[in-house]
């Protein structure tokens, strides 16, 4: 009944933008040059932690990114499919330099987007395995960032790529769908010495990859990211991801209906954006992170 309002209500703001600006909006963004759709486009989302990049046709995060402040707990993956996003995470958890480290990899559905990220991750100390999904780990200095590349695959077809030195290396296309298992990520990561490099590989090796899945050059590692061999998190049942993924199929339908007169992503992203704001700032997630902010400020999360 709640996603049947939601649907009903979203439909109709739909029809009464289309009906009294829908034509001067269309005349706006095609009178603007690329440029100018990139510029206006970043201006918005950049406070929000994210910028689109032309040369892959996705929008991504900044590096200093404020989600960066809050690093990253197990709690939001068990939480995420309540945030309408459903993906494979791999967390790997490695001993470097006195501390633990977390680097994982998602890949997934993340409401009307097709997603992927990489993040990494410490804690301030050497932790037992029995504490790793207990633990807030804090996101990476600039001083500890490492070069990543993704290069995301949709059923085996080339989708897009980025690289970057980063701590959160992510890519979003909007209006796209997938399963997460159709999903997969020819990564490659460059460590900043062999021992950590090392640290890395020995932890994947515990977590069942074998050596013949890397490739590995100097301080560089190579692997294809496809099925997770990590436990996933349990935070809802098979029938609620269901309904998620049905219900994140509705509102895509949506979005293209309402954006039709386009068909760049960069187009229908802008159209969304000057049409309905708030529709464009659910779509990139930002609710996510101010509602686990909430909950940490609570109490609902280990402090670090």
Same mark, same amino acid.
């Given at each position: ?86 993906? #494979?995470?791999? @967390? ?8 633990? /480290? *977390?680097?994982? %990899?998602?890949? +997934?559905? =993340? ?43 949709? #059923?085996?077809? @080339? ?8 701590? /959160? *290396?992510?890519? %979003?296309?909007? +209006?796209? =769908? ?127």
């Amino acid at each position: 009944m709640y996603l049947l309002s939601t649907v009903l209500i979203l439909f109709i703001l739909l029809i009464l933008i289309l009906w009294f600006r829908r034509r001067p909006i269309i005349a706006r963004i095609r009178a603007m040059t690329r440029g100018e759709k990139i510029l206006f486009l970043n201006q918005i989302i950049a406070p929000l932690g994210f910028v689109y990049d032309e040369s892959s046709n996705v929008f991504t995060s900044t590096l200093d990114a404020w989600q960066r402040e809050f690093g990253y707990c197990r709690f939001y993956d068990r939480t995420a499919p309540f945030f309408n996003m459903i993906f #494979d995470s791999e @967390p790997v958890y490695f001993n470097y330099d006195g501390r633990t /480290w *977390l680097l994982e %990899f998602w890949k +997934g559905q =993340y409401g009307i987007n097709i997603g992927t990220e990489i993040g990494l991750y410490h804690a301030d100390r050497i932790l037992t395995p029995d504490e790793y999904e207990q633990e807030v780990f804090s996101a990476a200095e600039n001083r500890e960032l490492i070069r990543m590349y993704e290069q995301v695959l949709l #059923d085996g077809y @080339p989708l897009q790529q980025l690289s970057a030195r980063h701590w /959160w *290396l992510t890519t %979003f296309r909007m +209006g796209e =769908y997938a399963n997460p298992a159709q999903l997969s990520g020819e990564i490659s990561l460059v460590f900043p010495n062999a021992e950590m490099r090392n640290a890395f590989l020995d932890s994947m090796l515990e977590m069942g990859y074998s050596l013949c899945d890397f490739a590995v050059w100097n301080e560089s590692v190579s692997f294809t990211y496809q099925k997770p061999r990590s436990r996933q998190p349990k935070g809802c049942g098979r029938l609620y991801t269901t309904w998620v993924m049905w219900k994140n199929r509705v509102l895509i339908r949506l979005f293209r209906l309402v954006t039709r007169p386009f068909e760049s992503m960069l187009d229908r992203m802008v159209f969304l954006l000057i049409s309905i704001p708030f529709a464009f700032r659910r779509s990139i997630g930002v609710n996510r992170m101010r509602k686990h902010r909430r909950r940490q400020g609570r109490g609902g999360l280990r402090a670090r």
